[in-house]
């Protein structure tokens, strides 16, 4: 069976909220993609999860 993209908004500039919610959305029958907000990126705060990548 080929795997779905499904697409979960990370809308906030809170760090460990974005963790969070990306840890509880991870399933092995979906293909889950983070989508980052405008609100996330204005905050700077991307560069600490974007390096580790």
């Keep these: ?3 779905k993209n499904i697409f979960v908004a ?6 460990s909220e974005i963790k969070k919610i990306i840890k509880q959305t991870q399933t092995t ?12 990126f204005y905050s700077k705060k991307w560069k600490k999860i974007f390096r580790k990548v």
């Design 1 to 3: 069976m080929k795997h």
């Design 29 to 40: 029958k979906l293909k889950i993609v983070p989508k980052f907000g405008l609100q996330f």
């Design 10 to 15: 990370c809308d906030t500039s809170n760090l």
